[in-house]
C-alpha cells in the first residue's frame, strides 16, 4: 500500500500534463502555496504577483475536478507560516504525511533550500522533473565540457538534430541553419499590426489580498482587466491567435520597436511557458504545423526565428544557469558600482526610448527582448551600473522573470557581468541602433545625431566613454576592435569634449 505522501507544486510548477496527476490516488494530497518567501525576495509588479497567485488558484481548481486532494495556502491564511518548508513541515506533523515529494526547482535558491528541507526530514523523499524542458539541467554543460565559452550557435543546432526539429535528414531545412539576417527589419508602417489578444479577467480580489499582506509592489495594474492568461486553456488561446495572426511576420519585425505597438507581432507567451502551462515543445510543433499549412504566407524565416527563441534561446540560458551557478550571480566582469537611476522606477526621463520602455513595463509588466537588451539594458551597461541593481529591476518588473532566464540574459547577454560566457562582445550602441529599429527618436528631447552640446542624446557620448574607460579589458576583443579605431581616430579636441560630456551626464544622471 502507498505510504501517505504530501506533494509539493511551486508557483511555476502548473504543468497540467505531468504525469503526476494521470492517476487519482487516495493516499496523495498536493500542496501549492502563496508566500512572502517567494514575493519578498525581490520587488516584483503587482501584474506579476497578481498572475502567479491567480495561475495558482485556477491549478488548485482544475485539480479538484479532476479528483485530487489539494491544500491551497492563501496568502492571508492564519495558518501560513509564509515559508515553504515550515508549512509543509506543519502538514506533515499535523496529517501523519509518511512521504514528502517535491519537483526539481528552476531556481538554485529554491533547489538549495528544498535539499536542505528534505534533508532534516524524519519520513521518505523524493524529487521528481517537471516534465517541462528539451533538456536536463546538466546536458548544456556536458556539450561544452572543458570550454570557457558556450557558444549559442551550437547548442541550437545540436538541439535541432537531437529533436528532429526543421530538419532535413542531417541537414537543416531550407539548407540554412539561422536566417537571422532576414528577422532585422524595423518596422514603418508597411504592414498591418493586428490588436494584440488580451483578456479582460476580473482580479480586485487577489489584488486587495495582495494589499492586505503588504506586500511591497511596482508597477500598476486594471483590476477590472487583467489581460494575461491565467491557465493552460487561456494560453492556448493566445498560442493559436499569435500562430494565426501574427506568425507570418513575427521574423521580420523581431527586434523592432515602435511608441504605437507595445507588442507588435511578438507572442506574449513567455509568462505562461515559465509557468509550464504550456511546454516548449507543444509551442514549437503548433507553430511549424502552422507554417507548413500555410506556406509560403509564413516564410521559413520567421518560423525558424520563433523556433530559435524557443528551442535554442530559452534552453540554452538555462543550461547556462545550471551550469555556472551560484558563482554566476556574483560576476561583475567591469567592476561597475553605479547605483540604478531613480528613473528606472517611473519611466520619468527626457530620453524617449528609455520612457517607453520604462513607462510600458510599469503598465503591461512586459517588454520584449530587444526593448530589454537594447535600450533599459543598453543604457544600464553604457552607465557603469552594478550588475545586481540591474537584476533586481529585470527579475521583478516582468511578469516572465524567474531568476533561471533573467539573471542569464541581464547578467550575460545585457551587462557582459560574466565576461563573455554568454555573449562573444557587450552589447552597447549609441543613438544609431535604436533610431534604426524604432521610432524613439522622432520626438525625443534630445538630439540623436549629437554626442556633444545641448541636448545631445546621452547614448552617443556614454557609448564611447564606456570603451574609452574599458579598454584595457576590451581592446583585443576582434569583434570591437574597430571601434577603438575610429575612437584613436577622434582629434583630441572632440574626443574630449565627447568624454566630458559623458561625465556631465553620469554626474547627473538623475536628471536625464
Known amino acids: 500500500m502507498q505510504k501517505k505522501t504530501l506533494r509539493l507544486i511551486l508557483g511555476d510548477q502548473l504543468n497540467y500534463n505531468h504525469s503526476w496527476y494521470n492517476t487519482i490516488e487516495p493516499q496523495v494530497c498536493y500542496v501549492l502555496m502563496e ?39 492563501k496568502i492571508n491564511d492564519p495558518a501560513n507560516q509564509q515559508d515553504i518548508g515550515k508549512n509543509c513541515l506543519a502538514l506533515i506533523e499535523a496529517q501523519s504525511f509518511q512521504h514528502f515529494e517535491y519537483q526539481l526547482p528552476d531556481e538554485y535558491r529554491l533547489d538549495a533550500y528544498l535539499k536542505t528541507f528534505v534533508s532534516s526530514l524524519k519520513i521518505s523523499s523524493a524529487c521528481s522533473d517537471t516534465e517541462h524542458f528539451y533538456t536536463t539541467r546538466s546536458e548544456l554543460g556536458e556539450l561544452f565540457k572543458g570550454k570557457k565559452t558556450y557558444l549559442m550557435e551550437t547548442f541550437y543546432r545540436q538541439m535541432r ?132 499549412a500555410n506556406s509560403p504566407t509564413i516564410s521559413l524565416a520567421q518560423i525558424e526565428g520563433y523556433v ?66 537594447m535600450v533599459t539594458g543598453n543604457f544600464a551597461l553604457l552607465a557603469g551600473i552594478h550588475p545586481n541593481a540591474v537584476d533586481e529591476w529585470y527579475l521583478g518588473i516582468y511578469i516572465d522573470a524567474i531568476e533561471w532566464v533573467e539573471i542569464t540574459n541581464t547578467r550575460g547577454m545585457s551587462q557582459y557581468a560574466d565576461g563573455g560566457i554568454v555573449g562573444s562582445k557587450p552589447y552597447v550602441s549609441g543613438s544609431g541602433y535604436i533610431s534604426k529599429m524604432s521610432n524613439y527618436c522622432q520626438t525625443c528631447y534630445y538630439d540623436k545625431t549629437k554626442k556633444t552640446g545641448e541636448r545631445a542624446c546621452p547614448f552617443n557620448s556614454l557609448y564611447w566613454h564606456f570603451y574609452e574607460r574599458h579598454r584595457t579589458l576590451l581592446a583585443k576583443n576582434p569583434r570591437i576592435g574597430m571601434m577603438y579605431r575610429i575612437l584613436d581616430k577622434m582629434e583630441p579636441a572632440e574626443k574630449a569634449a565627447v568624454l566630458e560630456q559623458a561625465e556631465q551626464y553620469l554626474e547627473h544622471i538623475n536628471e536625464l
Open 35 to 73: 508566500v512572502r518567501q517567494e514575493t519578498d525576495y525581490a520587488k516584483h509588479h503587482i501584474q506579476k504577483v497578481t498572475g502567479f497567485f491567480a495561475a495558482m488558484y485556477n491549478f488548485v481548481e482544475y485539480l479538484q475536478k479532476k479528483g485530487h486532494q489539494v491544500i491551497h495556502y
Open 308 to 373: 530559435r527563441q524557443i528551442l535554442g534561446w530559452r534552453e540554452y540560458m538555462r543550461g547556462i544557469y545550471w551550469a555556472q551557478m551560484p558563482n554566476y550571480k556574483t560576476l561583475n566582469f567591469f567592476n561597475h558600482e553605479r547605483a540604478l537611476p531613480t528613473w528606472y522606477w517611473n519611466g520619468n526621463t527626457k530620453m524617449n526610448c528609455l520612457k517607453h520602455a520604462i513607462q510600458q513595463s510599469l503598465t503591461q509588466a512586459y517588454a520584449h527582448h530587444i526593448q530589454r537588451l
Open 161 to 292: 538534430r537531437l529533436h528532429n526539429v526543421l530538419m532535413e535528414g542531417k541537414n537543416p531545412e531550407g539548407g540554412q541553419w539561422n536566417f537571422d539576417s532576414d528577422n532585422r527589419n524595423p518596422y514603418k508602417g508597411a504592414d498591418v499590426v493586428p490588436p494584440p489578444f488580451l483578456f479582460k479577467h476580473n482580479y480586485k480580489s487577489i489584488e486587495k489580498e495582495i494589499k492586505k499582506a503588504g506586500i511591497q509592489t511596482i508597477g500598476t495594474m486594471e483590476a477590472d482587466a487583467f489581460f494575461w492568461p491565467t491557465s493552460r486553456e487561456q494560453s492556448l488561446q493566445l498560442m493559436r491567435y499569435f500562430h494565426q495572426h501574427f506568425l507570418p511576420l513575427f521574423g521580420k519585425y523581431q527586434d523592432a520597436m515602435h511608441t504605437k505597438y507595445w507588442s507588435l507581432y511578438h507572442a506574449r507567451l513567455s509568462f505562461s511557458l515559465n509557468t509550464k502551462m504550456i511546454s516548449p515543445t507543444e509551442v514549437v510543433n503548433a507553430a511549424i504545423a502552422t507554417w507548413r
